[in-house]
């Protein structure tokens, strides 16, 4: 297994954990709030679809899947187009509720899709490509990579922990 296969791998295993937080949840479990400071299913999953959307098709020289395939437009939010959840108030949070899994799901899909396409495109060599120098150290392409499935997975598991809240209830 190469580098590039490790991060197929780490991608693939945040999809399930995806898929897990969700299934068999409707619209009033996956939009619960524990509170009202709290992140639902619903925004921890459509924030995290949108991060990887964003850091992936930016390396890709993409555009995004939320808004090249109508995404945007399916669920229908108040945010901006270009809204990632990246510094949300609790109200921006309220702001993102869905009508089933299936719109969560379908849309990480669609991102996870194009996210392996695009890996099944590069070598290791390309890992070590600068791709954002607005840091110390520059951050190459691995980093991101590992830095976007890292910060998935806290969300996937976040998600997770608040469904088996919300079942508890």
């Known amino acids: 297994m190469d580098s590039v296969d490790v991060l ?5 295993r945040v999809r399930e954990v995806v898929h897990d937080a969700v299934r068999g949840l ?4 996956l939009n619960h709030r524990v509170d009202s400071q709290a992140n639902s299913i619903a925004w921890l999953l459509w924030h995290l679809t949108r991060v ?3 850091h992936v ?3 890709a020289e993409r555009e995004q899947t939320w808004t090249a395939e109508g995404w945007h437009d399916r669920f229908g939010l108040s945010l901006a187009q270009d809204d990632t959840g990246f510094g949300h108030t609790s109200e921006d949070v309220a702001e993102v509720r869905v009508h089933s899994a299936k719109l969560l799901t379908g849309y990480y899909d669609a991102v996870h899709a194009h996210t392996v396409a ?3 495109g590069i070598t290791a060599e390309d890992l070590d490509t600068v791709v954002d120098e607005t840091w110390t150290p ?3 392409l691995g980093v991101r990579l590992v830095s976007v499935i890292a910060d998935d997975l806290q969300h996937a598991g976040q998600a997770a922990f608040v469904r088996g809240l919300v ?3």
């Open 57 to 59: 098709s930016e390396v």
């Open 138 to 140: 520059p951050v190459t």
């Open 52 to 54: 990887q959307d964003d």
């Open 167 to 169: 079942l508890r209830r």
């Open 26 to 29: 409707g619209a009033a479990e």
């Open 8 to 12: 197929i791998d780490g991608f693939g």
């Open 118 to 120: 695009y890996l099944d």
